[in-house]
């Protein structure tokens, strides 16, 4: 495997479901980041973790639990989400924080 | 706060014809970074490019290039002789250093359609 990958690629769930998003890079960086992409809005960073420390939550609800075990691991915890937190769910990597993002090809989660 | 305005929000060319793609940004930084990320039909955001604030030269690469002008705080993209795999949609962004490092601001990006 190469670049930044995450599993699943697609995600169905009903509110009361519990489910996880994963992500691994592969680039050895130390930086790792996720984003919701929705119809409605423009992409919106939801955290960032660096050298497995959070160091931004951009707001978001308590649904939304993220965790880093290591650098190249990144998981997003879900639980009781709502209909529209439906969205493209991307992660990125970067060496450090100040370099460049790159990501993943996302999970497409729609909550029934 | 920081904005990106990609005021086209879909452009339909015919292959090999030339296309130039809009983004105009707003920031009280004087240090910061501009991108162009590419996201095709697979969901991806593919790196084209990451421009500093310094250097005002224009970048081709192959059939791309980038005109970046702090006066008018542009960074437009052009594709020369596009191609049906250009079409995707194409996101502007810009970072903020002032905080905890490299946070991307998008604009809503431009769906990009290359007729054969």
């Known amino acids: 495997e190469t670049g930044v990958t995450q599993t699943p690629r697609h995600l169905v769930m009903g509110m009361t479901n519990k489910k996880s998003l994963k992500c691994e890079q592969h680039l050895g960086h130390n930086a790792m980041y996720w984003y919701k992409q929705s119809a409605k809005k423009p992409l919106e960073l939801m955290f960032v973790y660096n050298f497995k420390e959070q160091t931004e939550n951009n707001s978001v609800p308590s649904r939304f639990s993220p965790e880093c075990p290591n650098s190249s691991h990144l998981f997003l915890h879900l639980h009781t989400l709502q209909p529209e937190d439906s969205a493209l769910y991307l992660c990125a990597s970067s060496q450090f924080v100040t370099d460049t993002q790159y990501f993943g090809p996302g999970t497409r989660l729609t909550v029934l | 706060a920081q904005k990106v305005t990609q005021a086209q929000t879909e452009i339909s060319v015919v292959e090999k014809e030339d296309v130039t793609l809009d983004c105009v940004y707003e920031?009280?930084?004087?240090?910061?970074?501009l991108f162009w990320y590419k996201q095709p039909p697979s969901g991806e955001l593919v790196f084209l490019i990451r421009?500093?604030?310094?250097?005002?030269q224009n970048e081709i690469s192959g059939r791309y290039s980038w005109n970046f002008q702090k006066s008018t705080s542009s960074f437009n993209f052009t594709i020369t002789a596009s191609q049906v795999v250009d079409s995707a949609v194409y996101f502007c962004?810009?970072?903020?250093?002032?905080?905890?490092?490299?946070?991307?601001?998008f604009g809503g990006g431009t769906r990009l359609m290359v007729k054969p």
């Open positions: 920031t009280r930084d004087t240090t910061y970074y």
């Open positions: 962004a810009l970072s903020d250093f002032n905080n905890a490092g490299n946070m991307l601001t």
């Open positions: 421009r500093n604030s310094f250097d005002e």
